[in-house]
Every structure is written in C-alpha cells, then in structure tokens.
C-alpha cells in the first residue's frame, strides 16, 4: 500500500506540473494595446533629445522621456538565401525579416515565418545609431539615402553589402553598412563617421533591439507556455532572463566586456554581439511607449575623430532560429538562448543524440523511437527490479485482502502485519518506485528538449504526423498512450484502498486529456515508452508466477 501510495503522490505531483504549465498560459498578462506607428518622415538631423528610446552617450545631459512611435520612410528591400528582409531609411533600422528556409505553416510553405515586423503584428525592430557629446550625429530617427531601393544575393555572390548614408551641414558624414552572408543568419553592421567638419567629433555608437511585449508566450488550449523576453549574457552571469516587466521595473545598466543581449522566443531569436569579446559596452534597457522595450549595447567611452579623419564602429546581429552549433560559433555561451530550464544537464546529452540518431535515420520520428529504446536499455536493470517488485506484490494481493478484512479499520495494526509480511516474503514495498523517479525527470528534460528545439519545427514522422512539433491532429497518439497506461495499470498490483484505486484508475484518463494538447513527439516517446514497458512488465510477471506455479507442483 506504501507503494501504491508513493505512486500516486508522483503522479499527482506530475499531473500539477502540467496543470501549472496551462495556467501559466492561460494567465500571463495581457499587455496594452501598441501605439500605432506614424508614417511621417524624421527630420534629418542629430539626435532629439527627449527620446525614450534613444540611449544618452556619455557625458550628455539626461533626457525626459516620450513615447516616440516608429516613423517610416523609404524601404529598401534585401534579398538573401535566408532572409527576406527590409531596412528602413528612416535610422537605417532593419524592421522586417522573413525566414526562407522556415515556412510560417505547413500550410503556408512558400510564405517565409517572419521574425522581425515594425507593423501587422508584434513589434521587432534591430535599430542602431551614434550620439554625440561633441558634434552632429545621427541617431535612430535620422534619415539616410541608399544607392538602390532593391538588393539581392547573386548566384556565386558570397556576401552582399548594404550601404547607407547620412551627411550634416557641418561636414559630418557617416555611412552604415549591413553586411549579409551567404548562408548565415550574422549580419554584419558598421557605422564609419567621416568627420569633414573643422573640429573634433566625440561620441559613441549604439545598437539595440526593441521588441513590444506579446500578449502571451503561449496561446492556451493547444500551444504550450515558452520564454519570450530579454537575455543579457556577461563573463559573470553567462545567461540571465529579463522579462518585460523586469525591463520596466529594473532597468539594465552595467558595463560589460564581451557578452551579448538578445530577445529571444520560441525557436528564434535576435541577438546584439560585440565585434570583440574584448570591447568594453554598457548594456542597458529602456521602457517605451506602446508597451515596447529597448535591450541594447552602446560604447562604454566616447571615441574621438579628428577634423579629416575617420573612425568605424562595428557589432554583430544574430537574427535566426536556435541552431545551437551555429549560435555557439558566434559568441560564448549563445547556444544558451535554446532554454532546457533546470534540466539542461540531462536534455543536452538527450538532444545530442536525437540528432545523431537522425542524421543516421533521416527522420526525427524514428529518432525518438530509437533515442526511446536507447533510454529503455540504460534503464533496464532498474526497470527490471521494479517490475519484479510489483510482480510480488501482485501476488501478495490475496493475503492483504485477507489482511485488511482481519483487522477492519484498524488501521495501525494493519500497517504493522502488512510490514511484517513484506518482511518474511522479502519484498521492498517501495523496490517499484526507483523507475518512476528516474524517469520523470529523463521526461521533463526530453518535454524540454522537444518542445525548444527548432529542428522539430514542422518535421514530418509519417501518415497523418506531419509536424512533430505541435499536437497530433486526430489526438490517436494521445489515445493510443491512455490505453497503455490503463493496461500498465492492469499489471500492476491493485491498492488495497477502493479510493487509491479508483483515483489510480482516473489517471489514465487524466493523462490522456493532459497530452492531447503537447507536442506529438513527446507524446510518440511515451507511447513507444509505455509499450516497451508493458511488454517488460508481462514478460516478468509471467516468469514469477510460473515460478510460483512450478515451486507449488513440486511441494505437491
């Protein structure tokens, strides 16, 4: 009974880890509605000040904030093997990116996912600019000119270079530049100040992200609850969250050497770089208007130009999907922003060999089938014990009826005459329990590792599975699950409790309601888990109660 108890109190638990993920979704907050952003064109120039989301340059006064909505001016179009992108004259602001190697839907294959939009949905924009405590400067709001309105990556072209440019009546120039590579999600972005003005020009230049906070990180019935917010890592604290409402009530300012921040959400993210891990930035955060925030980098000193000189300012932008070994390839500790949770100690070394497993397969379904089996057989020996554990249990079962009815409701000296019969048959009434807790932790990080990894993003398994990332569609893997948890419940030695074995009895039902919603290749793993466990579990319990049988035939 002891056993039977510990198992339910793990499933419950279990069950109130699933029920805590949808509250989650269902409650995260409602953010308020987006400012509408203004078609007027910015007023060429240095920086306003009273711009909240303008970052100050060292030594200038501070500014009083406003809620200062995206302007728009002339797009100019870029064209790549990955990205279908759009700059913005009005700051050089890259303000629209579309995915080509990742459709928006099954349904939509030829529609690239967008990641970056400063209209029709969620505000993501990457700006960058300069601020100037000597001299003209143009920030985020400036107007630049471009040679052509439409650029494309050629047939052999490795990399394509956009260049914008900004002059002052002062004799100040500066020209920006986005660098694209063929294949990559890194684009490359310079700022070069020519200074053709007759004094000194001291500033520094900034790069940021600003992102409006979504209405949710999951959508209810159906999606499941993920992270979407900032990320600012540091040599000291290599990955450390900063949700919205942490950007509004604790606002980033430190100076860092190396690092990077990023916003990041579901399988994609967009990530600020130095050019160096050994420039020294200050990381900072801004609230906006429009329920918009601002996670960037900007110079920790002011750089000096002299009058007929020149000076360029450089980082790295990282707009993408979560591909570990590429992010890893781009700055330390980037391959962090595919989120494992507390478990990542177990879901790497899982994910490491799911992929190895399909670049030997071919398909991510029969990789988790395979990865399933792999664990099955590690787990073995512990599996073995527990079935063993409950086949003698499931024996014992005439004598703790028998026990239960000598001693009614008695419940104390119940206890002491079923621990005093464990004790002359040998039995460890909790020897079934090990398997399960081993287990429920290989899950949750296989849960994890399923559910942050983009490589499952619309992969196909087979018949009506076409997208192992998102539920299955006629809910027959869910189903199929709850009828192997019933029959595993059906091997399994019944609680002598009537309550702990009718509520025993609900959980496969429960089970299978809470799994109709989550990914259908985590549901693929339980089900082929569950199968190779029922067939353990019989193939045991038949070779003890053969046992049994032959032991009594000889005695006879």
């Known amino acids: 009974m002891e056993n039977q108890r510990l198992v339910l109190v793990i499933a419950l638990a279990f069950t109130a880890f699933l029920i805590w993920q949808q509250w989650i979704t269902e409650h995260a907050p ?265 996670l960037g980098m ?4 002011l750089a000096s130009v002299a009058p007929g000189a020149s000076s360029t300012f450089q980082s790295k932008l990282y707009v993408g999907p979560k591909i570990q070994d590429r992010m890893a390839e781009v700055a330390p500790h980037l391959e962090l922003t595919v989120d494992y949770g507390k478990l990542t100690i177990l879901a790497e070394p899982l994910f490491w060999a799911l992929k190895h497993l ?36 499931r024996k014992l079962g005439p004598k703790l009826q028998s026990l239960k009815e000598r001693y009614g409701d008695d419940k104390q000296k119940l206890n002491q005459a079923m621990m005093e019969m464990y004790r002359k048959e040998k039995i460890n009434p909790l020897g079934g329990c090990l398997p399960i807790l081993v287990q429920i932790p290989v899950f949750i990080a296989l849960y994890w590792m399923l559910l942050e990894s983009v490589e499952l993003r619309q992969a196909p398994f087979m018949g009506w599975i076409q997208d192992l990332s998102v539920k299955d569609p006629y809910y027959v893997l869910p189903l199929i699950m709850g009828v192997s948890m019933f029959v595993q419940q059906k091997l399994s030695p019944a609680p002598p409790d009537p309550v702990q074995a009718k509520v025993m009895m609900a959980m496969p039902v429960v089970f299978t309601f809470m799994f109709l919603w989550f990914p259908s290749g985590l549901v693929l793993y339980w089900v082929v888990n569950n199968c190779v466990s029922i067939l353990q579990q019989w193939v045991i319990t038949k070779r003890i109660e053969a046992g049994e049988d032959k032991a009594a035939a000889t005695s006879g």
């Open 30 to 294: 409602k953010p308020a509605p987006a400012a509408v952003a203004t078609t007027a064109p910015a007023t060429p120039g240095s920086a306003e000040a009273g711009r909240s989301d303008v970052p100050l340059a060292p030594g200038t006064p501070a500014a009083t904030a406003q809620n200062s909505a995206l302007a728009r001016g002339a797009r100019i179009k870029v064209t790549t093997d990955v990205y279908e992108a759009e700059i913005d004259s009005v700051g050089g602001d890259l303000r629209r990116i579309g995915l080509r190697r990742y459709p928006e839907s099954l349904e939509q294959r030829e529609q690239p996912f967008v990641l970056m939009r400063d209209a029709g949905g969620e505000v993501f924009v990457a700006q960058s600019g300069l601020r100037a405590a000597k001299g003209a400067a143009p920030d985020h709001y400036a107007v630049y000119t471009a040679e052509r309105s439409d650029y494309a990556l050629t047939e052999g072209q490795d990399s394509l270079v956009v260049r914008l440019d900004w002059t002052d009546a002062s004799g100040v120039k500066v020209v920006k530049t986005y660098t694209f590579h063929r294949g990559s999600y890194v684009i490359d972005v310079a700022e070069t100040v020519e200074n053709g003005s007759a004094e000194d020009w001291q500033g520094v230049a900034y790069w940021q992200l600003q992102r409006e906070a979504p209405a949710s990180s999951g959508g209810g019935i159906g999606q499941t609850y993920t992270y979407t917010g900032g990320i600012v890592s540091t040599p000291e604290k290599t990955y450390e969250k900063h949700s919205f409402d942490d950007l509004k009530k604790t606002p980033v300012n430190e100076t860092v050497t190396g690092g990077w921040v990023a916003m990041i959400q579901h399988y994609f993210l967009g990530a600020l770089i130095p050019a160096s891990q050994s420039e020294r930035n200050v990381f900072y955060s801004l609230a906006v208007g429009g329920n918009r925030y601002v």
């Open 298 to 301: 900007s110079g920790a000193q």
């Open 358 to 393: 399909h670049a030997l397969l071919g398909n991510w379904g029969w990789a988790i089938i395979v990865l399933t089996l792999l664990l099955k057989a590690a787990f073995y020996k512990l599996s073995e014990t527990s079935y063993r554990s409950m086949a003698n249990m």
